[in-house]
């Protein structure tokens, strides 16, 4: 079959003319070709590597997700680890030590961090090394807290065992059968007067409880005072050495004499309402050479974390006491 011949407008002589066909016209065109085709799957290969991910990409992808969800819940359990830590510190410092006249362990030596950081540079050039490095952090300043605390602890069975007497004396529970802690009515600190209706300091806490309840030696010691005390009503006050002492106020029974050796959870007596009082309750106080302190402090025998920590909310109650 014979070539096709073809022409092109010239538009200065008006007139068609015969397209001559040359050889590097035809090598042109061939190469013009080849480039557009070229240039043309480049595009195409980019965009597919770009957008297209391979069975390994996409597997790398789904573990990297993977990785970062276990990352954020082991930041969160972090997190709670550190909470209990910190109610355990609180715990050390403002009850344990106290009871034993310990100094509380200063803050910058609990919350100090591990201080060479060289120790992370193996995480510098990992993936998501950032990340790695902050949990990494938060581990290593939860063990050495961890630590801290282990020592501490250590510390205070160290001073129980050097002052198992002193123990025994402590005030160290409750006065009424407590568990519940719906008795509670207010604790220490400045309240409204219910007679006076103006603010006084309330030197201790009041339980609510039924006329009659059985009210319990807190500590060994010795009853000092059993009888009849302007304000206090019925009263029993006990020495339990050691610079301790404590009051038993509004009883509606006495059941112990002055000079009598009493052990902690003996009876002494029944919650009642004399003296100035608006109700039937019991008013509790602890005293350590000669000055109040507060009673929530002295309960570590018989509550457990969780009710101390109630005890506590409960007993912060700013309104009207019994007495």
């Known amino acids: 079959m014979a070539r096709k011949t073809k022409f092109h407008f010239n538009p200065e002589t008006l007139s068609y003319e015969k397209v001559e066909t040359t050889t590097w016209g035809i090598v042109k065109k061939v190469g013009l070709h080849l480039l557009t085709s070229l240039f043309s799957g480049a595009i195409f290969f980019f965009i597919f590597i770009w957008l297209v991910e391979s069975p ?8 990297n997700a993977r990785m970062k969800m276990q990352y954020k819940l082991m930041e969160r359990r972090i997190g709670d680890l550190q909470s209990i830590l910190s109610d355990l510190q609180q715990r050390d410092d403002n009850l344990y ?19 060479n950081k060289n120790r992370y540079e193996e995480f510098a050039d990992m993936s998501n090394s950032s990340l790695l490095i902050e949990t990494a952090q938060q581990i290593d300043d939860l063990s050495k807290q961890t630590y801290i605390q282990s020592q501490s602890y250590d510390e205070l069975v160290k001073l129980a065992k050097q002052n198992k007497l002193r123990l025994e004396h402590l005030p160290a529970i409750q006065p009424i059968l407590n568990k519940d802690l719906r008795r509670v009515a207010s604790g220490f600190g400045v309240r409204i007067d219910p007679i006076y209706r103006r ?15 059985h009210i319990f030696a807190t ?5 000092v ?9 019925n009263a029993v006050k006990i020495n339990h050495g050691f610079g301790y002492e404590t009051l038993y106020g509004h009883m509606n029974k006495i059941k112990v004499r002055s000079g009598q050796r009493v052990t902690r959870g003996d009876v002494i007596g029944e919650v009642g309402n004399t003296g100035k009082s608006t ?4 008013h509790y106080e602890v005293r350590y050479q000669g000055k109040p302190v ?3 402090n002295y309960y570590f025998l018989d509550l457990s974390p969780e009710q101390y920590d109630e005890m506590v909310q409960l007993s912060q109650n700013a309104g009207q006491v019994f007495d």
């Open 279 to 282: 109700g039937p309750h019991l």
């Open 56 to 63: 390994e990409e996409k597997q790398l992808s789904s573990e």
């Open 225 to 233: 005072q059993a009888g009849w005390q302007q304000g206090y009503g």
């Open 294 to 296: 507060n009673p929530q």
């Open 219 to 223: 500590g060994n010691g010795q009853v």
């Open 97 to 115: 030590r106290v009871v034993f006249q310990a100094d509380p362990i200063p803050y910058e030596v609990r919350r100090s961090s591990i201080g």
């Open 199 to 213: 603010p006084k300091m309330h030197q201790g806490m009041d339980f609510t409880a039924p006329t009659g309840t």
